[in-house]
């Protein structure tokens, strides 16, 4: 059984200035996401709304479109990058909940365990218990359980992705078993296994197509590695520098409209967070491992030249 949602790299927040208007701000909001592919809209509680797309012009779009086609007055949050969650390693773990108020009780046992999916799988779950040790109705809350936790994360509270869950054993109780108990216990057991998976953060990079005279390149090159980014490769043609590179998105938020973020950009793939760049260990962990570059203005077949380090 597979489970996986979109995930787009960035969102925003925003509500309706004066609360009265809600019920049309939400209906806006229905028309929009109807119309709008490679958006998501979610609505919470307190009558805010959360919009996440794969580019800054499409959140601001909707933002525009709010304003002068449906007149409503909105407050509006920065854009911000989505982060996420995922395991290095795999690990195995029980989850237990037993409890006895008087009468019946309650009781719900598992374990399972937990490895890295392939980048951009999602979630996987997998029943592999032999015999009778957990009735199969209890099989679909325990998956449930471990859903739940899923969302809520391990170590910031940021969903977790690409991970395989295989329920290997457990136990029951003739009375005091129920679907509650085993939701329970296979949300505690993948706590557990999680924190002992080596769990890392992952943030949202972009592809950058940098184009700039070749007397700029240098300054280029230093402002990149100075906002955690990486050069992928570069070539210098007709006296113009041609970079592709792989930045952080929430460096180039940061950035507003100045900077590297004045460059066509696409969304690369989620990497693991590094203080010093994105990361380099092969792609674990990475949703989307193979960035596909904005198209560079070309002005000639000079061949590639290596570049110097800065």
Request: proline share 6%; aromatic share 6%.
């Amino acid at each position: 059984m597979r489970g996986s949602s979109t995930i787009h790299p960035m969102y925003l927040t925003l509500s309706a200035v004066d609360v009265a208007d809600d019920e049309r701000l939400r209906a806006a909001l229905a028309q929009i996401g109807g119309e709008t592919l490679g958006v998501t809209i979610k609505a919470d509680p307190e009558s805010a709304y959360t919009i996440s797309a794969d580019g800054q012009l499409c959140l601001e779009s909707i933002c525009d479109r709010l304003r002068s086609e449906y007149h409503c007055a909105i407050n509006v949050s920065p854009i911000k990058a989505v982060l996420l969650e995922t395991i290095r390693i795999q690990t195995e773990a029980e989850g237990k909940y037993i409890r006895q108020t008087g009468g019946r009780g309650n009781y719900g046992h598992c374990k399972l365990r937990i490895e890295p999916n392939e980048p951009g799988k999602g979630y996987e779950f997998v029943n592999d218990l032999k015999g009778d040790v957990v009735p199969i109705e209890y099989v679909k809350p325990i998956d449930q359980g471990v859903q739940g936790a899923l969302e809520l994360g391990i170590l910031a509270g940021f969903p977790i992705v690409d991970v395989k869950v295989t329920l290997c054993d457990g136990s029951h109780h003739e009375v005091d078993s129920n679907a509650m108990a085993f939701k329970f216990a296979g949300s505690i057991a993948f706590k557990e296994a999680a924190r002992k998976a080596r769990p890392v953060l992952l943030e949202p990079v972009m592809a950058i197509e940098i184009d700039v005279p070749e007397e700029r390149g240098a300054a280029i090159r230093r402002e990149v590695h100075g906002h955690r980014g990486r050069i992928e490769r570069q070539r210098i043609v007709d006296g113009f520098s041609e970079i592709a590179a792989i930045v952080p998105l929430s460096e180039l938020l940061d950035l507003a409209s100045t900077g590297l973020a004045q460059f066509p950009m696409e969304f690369a793939g989620y990497e693991a967070v590094s203080d010093h760049g994105p990361s380099t260990d092969n792609g674990i962990g990475v949703t989307a491992n193979k960035p596909n570059y904005p198209g560079p203005r070309r002005r000639s077949n000079t061949a590639p030249i290596e570049h110097e380090d800065d």
